[in-house]
């Protein structure tokens, strides 16, 4: 008898083959807490880390059911080490996401996909203890029907919030959203849907990243709430819903927020990256429905081109890549394929022809991933969102943290969320108890002047 999973993965299997077809079919001519994530003026630590904050989905029945942010203590030297020590619930369930921290590091902003509620946690009076200092209630209506915060990306005085969807009709159609760090609205950038360079913009948005050497900014494209927030099994039988997925990444000017050139990247391109480390510049991201790794370089004539450079697992089997983590040196780069439940090492040396050198599974499912800057610690949660998860015995829900001597990943500690009677673990940001000796990686408090955006306000 075939397994409730097994049918799963193969219904899945069939409708994503079939969208990765459609997908490249229709292709138009022409043509988020790890370290090494974090905003270039974001203030990093680059030694040991002392917490970690799982901002985590409540579950019907489990604990008190509310979304809440969940403090590690991850410092080996601690009493506490590997062990919760802090809870705070927001009340209700949001779909908690993605976490952002501020450009001074105080701060850590949450969004919720569903109610589109943003929550700004205090995080530097006491690190150890969150204290929940905000909630913006009126994002849909001050941006101007903008639904789905996702990614909260710092700039100088600024938060850069991505939408998923639009209040019109919850499809994949949106924008950016900028916030002052006081937490009140800025202005609202929508993607564009019109032709540039060969290319028809689709209007998706996903996730963004700056490069500040190069003053551009790469954004990706997911879906609306309508897919997101429908159950995966019956997402994946539905074809017309299956070809409303995002198609395109765009380069920006970040300080304008112009789009510069619009790119042909078919499979819902996800988590974008810029290399930190020396060499050529160049952004990478994977499509999850293609399995496919495009990296960003500009040509000798300057231009920014996007090129298809690997295929992650094998597509028939729909690996399903979701996060990646690149190294700070930018010549690795870590993948979580969520229905395996693996994650891929690949060398990024030459990031024109990267390799797959290593990979282990960590769970039954496994979602996000975020290292160390030191690239030694790999932690590891669970939760891709409520209604895509797996269901049954399939369905685990984790922390878990690995070392990495650059050849074998070794456990640390794990901790189950749904035996601590928390929720699904989804993503994480980390936190040091001291902050004073904390830079930013590429745009100290001296450079902030030039780096601020010069969109009308």
Not at 6 to 23: C, E, I, P, Q, S
Not at 178 to 186: H, L, M, S, T
Not at 189 to 194: E, L, N, Q
């Amino acid at each position: 008898m075939m397994s409730k999973n097994y049918r799963f993965t193969r219904g899945l299997k069939a409708v994503l083959t079939a969208a990765m077809a459609m997908a490249l079919a229709f292709q138009p001519p022409a043509a988020h807490a790890d370290e090494t994530s974090c905003s270039p003026f974001t203030p990093l630590i680059k030694g040991q880390e002392d917490f970690v904050y799982v901002w985590t989905l409540g579950v019907e029945g489990v604990g008190d059911g509310s979304d809440k942010l969940v403090t590690v203590d991850v410092n080996p030297k601690s009493k506490t080490f590997g062990k919760v020590i802090h809870t705070l619930s927001v009340g209700g369930r949001n779909e908690a996401h993605h976490l952002g921290l501020s450009d001074d590091r105080r701060y850590l902003w949450g969004g919720g996909l569903d109610t589109s509620k943003i929550f700004i946690f205090d995080i530097h009076t006491d690190p150890a203890k969150p204290r929940l200092v905000k909630i913006i209630t009126d994002f849909v209506e001050k941006s101007g029907g903008v639904v789905g915060p996702h990614t909260f990306y710092a700039i100088p005085g600024r938060m850069i919030i991505t939408g998923l969807s639009n209040n019109k009709d919850h499809g994949g159609e949106t924008a950016h959203v900028i916030y002052n760090n006081k937490g009140e609205y800025v202005k609202t950038v929508w993607i564009p849907t019109s032709e540039m360079n060969g290319v028809k913009g689709d209007g998706y948005n996903y996730d963004v990243a700056i490069n500040p050497r190069k003053s551009v900014m790469l954004s990706t494209s997911f879906t609306g709430w309508n897919n997101y927030m429908m159950d995966l099994g019956k997402l994946v039988k539905d074809q017309e819903a299956m070809k409303r997925f995002g198609s395109t990444s765009v380069m920006w000017d970040y300080k304008t927020l112009i789009p510069l050139k619009i790119f042909n990247t078919p499979g819902a391109p996800l988590e974008a990256r810029w290399n930190w480390g020396g060499g050529k510049d160049f952004a990478v991201t994977t499509a999850a429905l293609t399995s496919k790794i495009w990296v960003y370089t500009q040509d000798e004539k300057g231009e920014w081109q996007a090129h298809e450079v690997g295929t992650i697992g094998n597509p028939s089997e729909i690996p399903l890549p979701v996060d990646i983590s690149i190294t700070s040196d930018g010549k690795g780069m870590w993948i979580n394929t969520f229905m395996d439940g693996t994650t891929r090492y690949w060398d990024f040396s030459d990031p024109m022809k990267p390799i797959e050198v290593y990979k282990k599974k960590i769970g039954s499912q496994v979602n996000m991933v975020s290292q160390s800057y030191d690239g030694k610690r790999i932690y590891f949660t669970s939760s891709l969102l409520a209604n895509w998860d797996k269901k049954g015995q399939d369905d685990e829900q984790f922390l878990k943290m690995y070392y990495w001597d650059g050849k074998e990943l070794k456990l640390g500690f794990a901790i189950d969320f749904y035996k601590e009677k928390l929720g699904r673990a989804h993503h994480m940001k980390f936190q040091a108890r001291d902050m004073s000796r904390l830079r930013p990686l590429h745009a100290d408090a001296g450079e902030h002047e030039y780096a601020k955006l010069t969109l009308a306000e």
